[in-house]
RNA sequence: GCCCCCAUCGUCUAGCGGCUAGGACAGAUGAUUCUCAUUCAUCAAACCGCGGUUCGAUUCCGCGUGGGGGCACCA
């Protein structure tokens, strides 16, 4: 059996986004699964729209995806991988040049107003096309029959010879697609759903260069979610852009999970999963035919299962790489014990890492805000300023050195009130935090330190007496 | 206008002739927890329509309808 390479061939103009990132997923899935080739050809070839910006763009979502190539450019921007290259199109002219070339001699092209077209096999006429109000000559060529691994058989007409090369000496997409998938020997072409009509054209050429296609398998598209409106997912929606997943630090395994599950899923009720499964569990027929619609609240949930079950170390350093780009984070990790506990703190509390910064602020400055609606319902439950009162004058003979020593403590003050833990708890909580969403308690007086807790809660005192 | 693809809860999906149509997200309710989250339990929610084929269709076929894509000297 011959060896498996697929390839994923993004242009350089303009955001990487979601539909993209799946197709490269799959291609890359495909190509784990199989033991196979995974090639990342650049289609650089206009120029008017490239740029290198983007092209680095497209290096680094991939690399945080965690979809390394086998064969293509090296990610550096110098040299490359594999031995089918140049893997940028741009590079390719001289081959392009000689499959032109190929044509020629074979009589399958030929030169109309300065540019080279392709030619069609079979009986010409002429018919007026009433849509584009001219007449054209169209080509009795016989139906083209693709054979797909996930829409099945499909069967299409092409009836028009069509360009290959510019008059400007540009070679177009259909021509330059087939030829670098002959030359990379790409046995498998897993693309997105538009590109099927595409298809018969690329059948067309192989045969014209004969050789024999690869197989095909069309993906699904991913589609805007309801709130978004209609049609295809584009770069504009919110939500569309891997760069802003990375800028909002979610987990890329998250990402790439829920990606996954968008038009394939393992057979199973089984959803989340480690990449390595689904790479056993990948197969091409196991891919739906029909658009997905993306739900950005499944992909929120997925990111939230994965940060749950993080490991402490890796935890920190995602909270480290998102407070350094935080306007005040370096100020937060100088003391990096206590960082540390206020991270693992907020760990089992948070959706997204992004929520750290207004989740953890009063941890790192005495000048916090006080939510007026929770400070109204809280004051105005039982006698909050002397339960408050009652604390701060409990506080020195507290013992603060572990979560169980101070809720101890809270628990003694209380009984000696004849009062539960919770009449404490919500008073406390606000003159501490400033609001009634935060870790327990107990973890907040510890990690702050009695110190600290003291003023805090002294300072509230006073500011409503 | 022509061509191609698709069609199960709001969303992602399971189902491959006979099922109380299953799971997940989102939603609702309740329980647990010192708040908030988490977690747990419960509820609500779907086979696009019409014709066939068949003893029997969500499932197979046709037609409609709806959704998506493609018809360039863009990629």
Same mark, same amino acid.
């Given at each position: 059996?011959?060896?498996?390479?697929?390839?994923?061939?993004?242009?350089?103009?303009?955001?990487?986004?979601?539909?993209?990132?799946?197709?490269?997923?799959?291609?890359?899935?495909?190509?784990?699964?199989?033991?196979?080739?995974?090639?990342?050809?650049?289609?650089?070839?206009?120029?008017?729209?490239?740029?290198?910006?983007?092209?680095?763009?497209?290096?680094?979502?991939?690399?945080?995806?965690?979809?390394?190539?086998?064969?293509?450019?090296?990610?550096?921007?110098?040299? @490359?991988?594999?031995?089918?290259?140049?893997?940028?199109?741009?590079?390719?002219?001289?081959?392009?040049?000689?499959?032109?070339?190929?044509?020629? @001699?074979?009589?399958?092209?030929?030169?109309?107003?300065?540019?080279?077209?392709?030619?069609?096999?079979?009986?010409?006429?002429?018919?007026?096309?009433?849509?584009?109000?001219?007449?054209?000559?169209?080509?009795?060529?016989?139906?083209?029959?693709?054979?797909?691994?996930?829409?099945?058989?499909?069967?299409?007409?092409?009836?028009?010879?069509?360009?290959?090369? =510019?008059?400007?000496?540009?070679?177009?997409?259909?021509?330059?697609?087939?030829?670098?998938?002959?030359?990379?020997?790409?046995?498998?072409?897993?693309?997105?759903?538009?590109?099927?009509?595409?298809?018969?054209?690329?059948?067309?050429?192989?045969?014209?260069?004969?050789?024999?296609?690869?197989?095909?398998?069309?993906?699904?598209?991913?589609?805007?979610?309801?709130?978004?409106?209609?049609?295809?997912?584009?770069?504009?929606?919110?939500?569309?852009?891997?760069?802003?997943?990375?800028?909002?630090?979610?987990?890329?395994?998250?990402?790439?999970?829920?990606?996954?599950?968008?038009?394939?899923?393992?057979?199973?009720?089984?959803?989340?999963?480690?990449?390595?499964?689904?790479?056993?569990?990948?197969?091409?027929?196991?891919?739906?035919?029909?658009?997905?619609?993306?739900?950005?609240?499944?992909?929120?949930?997925?990111?939230?299962?994965?940060?749950?079950?993080?490991?402490? @170390?890796?935890?920190?350093?995602?909270?480290?790489?998102?407070?350094?780009?935080?306007?005040?984070?370096?100020?937060?990790?100088?003391?990096?014990?206590?960082?540390?506990?206020?991270?693992?703190?907020?760990?089992?509390?948070?959706?997204?890492?992004?929520?750290?910064?207004?989740?953890?602020?009063?941890?790192?400055?005495?000048?916090?805000?006080?939510?007026?609606?929770?400070?109204?319902?809280?004051?105005?439950?039982? @006698?909050?300023?002397?339960?408050?009162?009652?604390?701060?004058?409990?506080?020195?003979?507290?013992?603060?050195?572990?979560?169980?020593?101070?809720?101890?403590?809270?628990?003694?003050?209380?009984?000696?009130?004849?009062?539960?833990?919770?009449?404490?708890?919500?008073?406390?909580?606000?003159?501490?935090?400033?609001?009634?969403?935060?870790?327990?308690?107990?973890?907040?007086? =510890?990690?702050?330190?009695?110190?600290?807790?003291?003023?805090?809660?002294?300072?509230?005192?006073?500011?409503?007496?």
């Amino acid at each position: 059996m011959s060896q498996v390479r697929v390839r994923f061939a993004p242009s350089p103009t303009g955001f990487f986004h979601i539909g993209s990132a799946r197709t490269a997923l799959f291609n890359w899935l495909y190509a784990r699964h199989t033991g196979g080739t995974f090639i990342l050809r650049i289609e650089d070839t206009d120029q008017a729209r490239n740029s290198e910006a983007f092209l680095k763009l497209i290096y680094d979502s991939l690399t945080w995806l965690g979809l390394d190539w086998d064969e293509g450019p090296d990610p550096t921007g110098v040299g @490359e991988r594999g031995t089918f290259g140049p893997y940028r199109q741009s590079q390719r002219g001289a081959i392009y040049q000689q499959y032109k070339q190929k044509l020629l @001699e074979a009589g399958r092209a030929y030169e109309k107003d300065g540019a080279i077209w392709f030619k069609l096999l079979g009986e010409r006429y002429k018919i007026f096309d009433d849509h584009r109000k001219k007449e054209v000559e169209k080509v009795q060529s016989g139906p083209v029959l693709i054979d797909d691994k996930i829409r099945g058989k499909v069967e299409r007409q092409e009836d028009e010879d069509f360009v290959i090369f =510019r008059s400007d000496g540009n070679p177009v997409f259909h021509f330059v697609n087939v030829v670098d998938d002959i030359t990379m020997q790409v046995s498998h072409i897993i693309r997105g759903e538009d590109h099927l009509s595409n298809t018969s054209k690329h059948v067309r050429l192989y045969e014209g260069f004969g050789v024999t296609p690869p197989v095909f398998a069309h993906i699904p598209l991913i589609l805007k979610s309801p709130e978004m409106g209609q049609g295809k997912m584009s770069k504009r929606d919110k939500g569309a852009l891997i760069e802003e997943y990375q800028q909002r630090h979610f987990l890329p395994e998250a990402l790439v999970n829920y990606l996954a599950l968008l038009g394939w899923n393992p057979g199973d009720n089984r959803e989340k999963m480690p990449s390595a499964d689904i790479v056993k569990l990948f197969d091409l027929p196991g891919v739906n035919q029909s658009n997905a619609k993306f739900d950005g609240r499944k992909l929120a949930n997925m990111n939230m299962t994965y940060l749950l079950e993080q490991p402490a @170390e890796r935890f920190i350093s995602l909270a480290k790489a998102y407070f350094a780009k935080q306007p005040a984070g370096a100020a937060a990790m100088t003391n990096d014990a206590y960082f540390r506990a206020v991270m693992l703190m907020a760990q089992p509390k948070i959706k997204s890492v992004d929520e750290l910064g207004a989740y953890t602020g009063y941890f790192f400055t005495d000048d916090f805000p006080i939510d007026a609606k929770v400070k109204e319902k809280v004051m105005a439950k039982g @006698e909050a300023k002397a339960r408050l009162a009652e604390l701060i004058a409990a506080l020195p003979a507290m013992d603060f050195s572990s979560d169980a020593a101070i809720e101890a403590g809270i628990k003694t003050l209380a009984e000696s009130q004849a009062l539960g833990f919770g009449d404490y708890q919500a008073v406390a909580r606000l003159a501490v935090s400033g609001t009634n969403a935060g870790p327990n308690i107990t973890g907040m007086f =510890r990690v702050l330190g009695q110190e600290r807790v003291k003023a805090r809660l002294e300072r509230f005192l006073a500011s409503v007496a």
